[in-house]
């Protein structure tokens, strides 16, 4: 397709960006905050722009789902061209970016965060029923209000949640919305006749050892009936059953049938089919680079961040927050602009909500290493700790629309090769 296109339906920046997410939006700002005279293009479809991490919090009646939706031309930065456009493919040796409408962009630098694609169909009968007969989910912002519309209305019956195989963004959101919907159902004594189940269909409850003990004692708390190594592979709405194939260590199988008056469904998550199909996928179909200057690593003027990058770590908005200014110093890097490469240490954030009013704030890099931002005798993220529900309700979406999104890097300077070395 690429040798077919005219100079008339080809335009160029000197760096493209693919995706105006947190990601996008975040390194795009990062990028003319260093340098306004930059040529920046960002590509993406979207009408709005969600913060999506506030919809644990609207699925518990804490935030409303307009709250965390703003026009996607507001949050555009200022003097950054918004191709609003899909993208088709790649072709990383002409280094262009080919659009659904036949156009190409051209670049010198590119910068790929589209984000995942959360996989609906992969579950059979669930896209049918999903936000009616009880089966909801808080990955979806017109889903996330129905899930505190159930919360309130069940008095009594089966709670399910579950949670896929990785990866998945935001890896405890699955839980907070068991947590919060048990808390509720605590404080208003209908917990007991509602019982809670939690299918998860990995091996451990929280990826990093640390924060397990703290989050044991609130499903102790609500008695929640812990499942491990099960699958979600089928949903029957109008009959509310649901169908998990259970893969225990020895490697057999087994399917189960569970009744439920409420079901809270993750899908499983995948890099979308423009990502999968092009060259720049690994063979799980991710964008494939360099886990510490987040270049390609096979193409040297490609960089990707955020959820579609195959970094090993948490796929989160504080994960994106601290990938944009490495993305932004090293394009620059690239382009004879900066003299010194920046890397990113694997730092993701997950602020486990485990009851109205508390949070367990889980901070780790590459490895699972703790990276607290704060002193622990200030805020221990090992502990549910009222302070982290106040950074979570009232100090991360300032942060993220006026700090991450407008290039303002708190708590997010990056760092230096010469600062530490790899």
Same mark, same amino acid.
């Given at each position: 397709?690429?040798a077919?296109?005219?100079?008339?339906?080809?335009?160029h920046?000197?760096?493209v960006?693919?995706?105006?997410?947190?990601?996008?939006?975040?390194t795009a700002?990062?990028?003319?905050?260093?340098?306004?005279?930059?040529?920046?293009?960002?590509?993406?479809?979207?009408?709005? !722009?969600?913060?999506?991490?506030?919809?644990?919090?609207?699925?518990?009646?804490?935030?409303?789902a307009?709250?965390?939706?703003r026009?996607?031309?507001?949050?555009?930065p200022?003097?950054?061209?918004?191709?609003?456009?899909?993208?088709?493919? *790649?072709?990383?040796?002409?280094q262009?970016?080919?659009?659904?409408?036949?156009?190409?962009?051209?670049?010198?630098q590119?910068?790929?965060?589209?984000?995942?694609?959360?996989?609906?169909?992969?579950i059979?009968? #669930?896209?049918?029923?999903?936000?009616?007969?009880?089966?909801?989910?808080?990955?979806?912002?017109?889903?996330?209000?129905y899930?505190?519309?159930?919360? +309130?209305?069940?008095? +009594?019956?089966?709670?399910?949640?579950?949670?896929?195989?990785?990866p998945?963004?935001?890896?405890?959101?699955? +839980?907070k919305?068991?947590?919060?919907?048990?808390?509720h159902?605590?404080?208003?004594?209908?917990?007991?006749?509602?019982?809670?189940?939690?299918f998860?269909?990995?091996?451990?409850?929280?990826?990093?050892?640390?924060?397990?003990?703290? #989050?044991?004692?609130?499903?102790?708390?609500?008695?929640?009936?812990?499942?491990?190594?099960?699958?979600?592979?089928a949903?029957?709405g109008?009959?509310?059953?649901?169908?998990?194939?259970?893969?225990p260590?020895?490697?057999?199988?087994?399917?189960?049938?569970e009744?439920?008056?409420?079901?809270?469904?993750?899908?499983?998550?995948?890099?979308?089919?423009f990502i999968?199909?092009?060259p720049?996928?690994?063979?799980?179909?991710?964008?494939?680079?360099?886990?510490h200057?987040?270049r !390609?690593?096979?193409?040297?003027?490609?960089?990707a961040?955020?959820?579609?990058?195959?970094?090993?770590?948490?796929?989160?908005?504080?994960?994106?927050?601290?990938?944009?200014?490495?993305?932004a110093?090293?394009?620059?890097?690239?382009?004879?602009?900066l003299?010194?490469?920046?890397?990113?240490?694997g730092?993701?954030?997950?602020?486990?909500?485990?009851?109205?009013?508390?949070?367990?704030?889980?901070? *780790?890099?590459?490895?699972?290493?703790?990276?607290?931002?704060?002193?622990?005798?200030?805020?221990?993220g090992?502990?549910?700790?009222?302070?982290?529900? #106040?950074?979570?309700?009232q100090?991360?979406?300032? #942060?993220?629309?006026?700090?991450?999104?407008?290039g303002?890097?708190?708590?997010?300077?990056? +760092?230096?090769?010469?600062e530490?070395?790899?």
């Amino acid at each position: 397709m690429p040798a077919m296109l005219s100079p008339a339906n080809t335009d160029h920046h000197k760096v493209v960006i693919v995706g105006a997410g947190a990601a996008g939006i975040a390194t795009a700002s990062s990028l003319v905050s260093r340098d306004p005279s930059l040529d920046v293009a960002l590509i993406d479809p979207a009408d709005v !722009h969600y913060y999506q991490p506030g919809w644990t919090m609207v699925g518990a009646g804490v935030f409303t789902a307009p709250s965390t939706a703003r026009t996607m031309a507001s949050t555009i930065p200022r003097g950054v061209r918004w191709v609003k456009a899909r993208v088709q493919g *790649f072709d990383p040796l002409g280094q262009l970016v080919i659009l659904e409408d036949g156009r190409a962009i051209s670049y010198e630098q590119l910068v790929v965060c589209p984000g995942l694609t959360l996989d609906w169909a992969a579950i059979d009968g #669930l896209s049918e029923t999903l936000g009616r007969n009880g089966v909801t989910s808080n990955y979806r912002y017109d889903l996330a209000p129905y899930t505190w519309e159930l919360v +309130q209305k069940l008095k +009594q019956g089966r709670a399910v949640f579950s949670q896929p195989p990785m990866p998945i963004k935001c890896a405890g959101a699955p +839980q907070k919305a068991l947590y919060l919907s048990c808390d509720h159902w605590l404080r208003n004594g209908h917990l007991g006749a509602v019982k809670a189940s939690f299918f998860n269909a990995g091996a451990v409850l929280f990826g990093v050892a640390d924060y397990v003990p703290a #989050l044991m004692k609130y499903i102790e708390k609500y008695a929640v009936d812990l499942n491990f190594s099960h699958r979600l592979v089928a949903v029957d709405g109008p009959n509310k059953r649901v169908t998990f194939v259970r893969t225990p260590p020895d490697g057999s199988s087994e399917t189960r049938i569970e009744a439920f008056d409420m079901l809270h469904v993750v899908p499983p998550q995948v890099a979308p089919a423009f990502i999968r199909e092009s060259p720049l996928a690994d063979n799980g179909g991710w964008v494939d680079v360099d886990p510490h200057t987040l270049r !390609h690593r096979k193409y040297t003027n490609i960089h990707a961040l955020g959820d579609v990058a195959n970094t090993s770590n948490a796929k989160t908005a504080a994960a994106a927050r601290k990938q944009a200014p490495v993305v932004a110093n090293n394009v620059l890097v690239a382009l004879g602009r900066l003299p010194t490469l920046a890397q990113y240490d694997g730092y993701g954030s997950c602020p486990l909500t485990v009851e109205r009013g508390k949070i367990v704030l889980a901070e *780790f890099t590459y490895g699972g290493k703790l990276a607290p931002s704060f002193p622990s005798w200030l805020l221990d993220g090992r502990k549910p700790t009222r302070l982290a529900w #106040l950074l979570k309700a009232q100090a991360l979406p300032p #942060l993220y629309w006026q700090g991450m999104l407008k290039g303002r890097e708190w708590l997010a300077r990056p +760092q230096l090769v010469a600062e530490g070395g790899q």
